[in-house]
């Protein structure tokens, strides 16, 4: 079965950074395009950071540009989302997301994870 599993979530003070892990199983890791999203209580949820199959090009919403950074291993099955320069704001619960498209664009896959809380406050 599909399983991703995001972990290192937790409370730090404003200014602290976090390193946040998803563990990918039950399908081919290497094929798809992998991202970070965030939800925060009361607001849809949000793209973060997404990383192309080999790593070799990734995006970054405008909001994380700078402060957070996306990468992956795909002998490890593994993409991780490094935080610095944390904010109140980032307050959210953190979602790994893979995603495969066919060469036209259209999604033939797309998986989510159960979500990890990251807390920034003082």
């Known amino acids: 079965q599909v399983q991703l599993v995001e972990s290192g979530g937790g409370l730090v003070q404003p200014g602290g950074s976090l390193r946040l892990s998803c563990a990918a199983s039950?399908?081919?890791?290497?094929?798809?395009?992998m991202s970070w999203y965030r939800q925060a209580p009361g607001k849809e949820r949000e793209l973060v950071a997404s990383?192309?199959?080999?790593?070799?090009?990734?995006n970054y919403a405008e909001r994380m540009k700078g402060r957070f950074t996306i990468s992956r291993d795909n002998a490890k099955n593994t993409v991780d989302l490094q935080m610095n320069s944390l904010k109140p704001e980032d307050t959210a619960v953190y979602y790994c997301?893979?995603?495969?498209?066919?060469?036209?664009?259209?999604?033939?896959?797309?998986?989510w994870g159960q979500g990890t809380q990251v807390t920034v406050s003082s």
């Open positions: 997301n893979a995603a495969r498209k066919n060469a036209f664009g259209a999604l033939l896959r797309n998986y």
């Open positions: 990383i192309t199959r080999d790593g070799g090009s990734t």
């Open positions: 039950g399908f081919f890791f290497s094929t798809y395009v």
